[in-house]
């Protein structure tokens, strides 16, 4: 009977793949009729067949889900990302990638305890820290390269760099809730750990893997799908070695695909650099449809917690969804102040030290492109 029962379970899940993996290429052919970014296709259509008339559910585990699709896909970014680009615009970078992070924490976190006073100030703190940081996986399939390339720079870099600053802010944040204790020292030397070990375990990773594909090439040992399966392996070994020593597995994913795409430039075979970029396209177009797929699924359940713990459903989902967006504008708004201001600022230093005007003019339009195109993917 045991076996009997897993092997309808094993059956259901092989379906359920199979079927999500059939929507994802037809909502890209959707994508091309209905003018809507390919994302929120996706997101619409995993909460349609979510619906209890469909009644398709897919329980999702966050540490599950983390390890099987971030690693990759931040991998595959960090492999894209102009290194000349990166290191050019690190100052605005890292301004967006911590100082608005924290900026974003504290205004954020004092305006949801004013909004929903039953949170603590503590977990609105928490809360403000999830939202902060952009989502790399985000900003790179709904832009679609579409923005400004110094924009799309910037954007690509903070959201592959904020999220150690963010988990960082999170975790005290959530210490501090359940505590109620606080160090900034202590915060501020964890987040250089985090940050600093992630990106040091990520680059000896890559290293040590390109050292040993160039030792087995130099044997004659150069067949193509063996070199794409240790790169296939390597995002979860950098995330997972990382992640077991207290660093961030996201910036060790991030840092491992910069380092590989750089001794990448070392001689290879066409072949396996074909199978490579043949392979990592296809791996990015499902998972990316996977991942806004299993957000879609999510929403009925996200709908009926909201509302199981009032009497009336819809005012209860109004409210709430009011909720959201006004956290969501004061996101924005902040996020513009932030941009506005260090932009101006930086523009002026620039003038002082007579180094010249910023490569991209800091008007309203490319102001407000930065800000909106911050997008959160949490």
Request: net charge positive; charged share 10%; proline share 6%.
């Amino acid at each position: 009977m045991l076996s009997i029962a897993w092997e309808k379970r094993f059956m259901q899940t092989a379906y359920t793949v199979l079927i999500m993996l059939m929507l994802v290429g037809v909502s890209r052919l959707i994508g091309r009729v209905i003018p809507l970014p390919l994302p929120l296709v996706q997101i619409g259509a995993g909460a349609l067949l979510a619906w209890p008339t469909l009644g398709l559910h897919v329980a999702l585990d966050p540490e599950l889900f983390l390890f099987l699709f971030l690693p990759p896909l931040l991998f595959s970014d960090g492999w894209r990302m102009p290194k000349r680009e990166l290191w050019r615009l690190r100052g605005p970078i890292l301004t967006l990638a911590v100082g608005l992070v924290l900026f974003t924490v504290v205004a954020a976190g004092y305006f949801i305890h004013w909004l929903l006073p039953s949170i603590p100030l503590p977990v609105a703190f928490a809360l403000a820290a999830v939202l902060s940081p952009t989502d790399a996986v985000a900003v790179s399939a709904i832009s679609q390269n579409r923005l400004p390339t110094p924009l799309m720079h910037m954007l690509q870099g903070e959201a592959l760099m904020n999220d150690a600053s963010g988990l960082v802010t999170f975790k005290f944040a959530l210490a501090a809730a359940v505590t109620g204790v606080f160090s900034l020292a202590n915060a501020s030397l964890t987040f250089v750990l985090v940050a600093v070990g992630g990106l040091a375990t990520g680059v000896a990773l890559s290293w040590l893997v390109g050292r040993l594909r160039s030792w087995m090439i130099a044997r004659g040992w150069d067949d193509p799908a063996t070199h794409v399966v240790f790169m296939l392996l390597l995002p979860f070994a950098a995330y997972v070695l990382a992640e077991r020593l207290g660093a961030s597995g996201i910036l060790s994913a991030v840092a491992a695909g910069m380092m590989q795409s750089w001794l990448d430039l070392l001689p290879r075979q066409t072949s396996t650099r074909l199978l490579n970029r043949s392979v990592w396209s296809l791996l990015e177009f499902a998972f990316n449809g996977l991942i806004f797929l299993l957000l879609g699924l999510q929403l009925p359940d996200i709908i009926k917690a909201v509302a199981s713990q009032e009497t009336s459903m819809w005012p209860t989902l109004l409210y709430r969804c009011l909720d959201v967006v006004a956290i969501y504008m004061v996101l924005l708004v902040l996020r513009f102040i932030w941009v506005q201001s260090t932009w101006r600022v930086s523009g002026l230093l620039r003038r002082w030290r007579g180094k010249g005007e910023l490569t991209l003019v800091p008007t309203a339009r490319s102001c407000w492109l930065l800000t909106v195109g911050g997008v959160r993917g949490r």
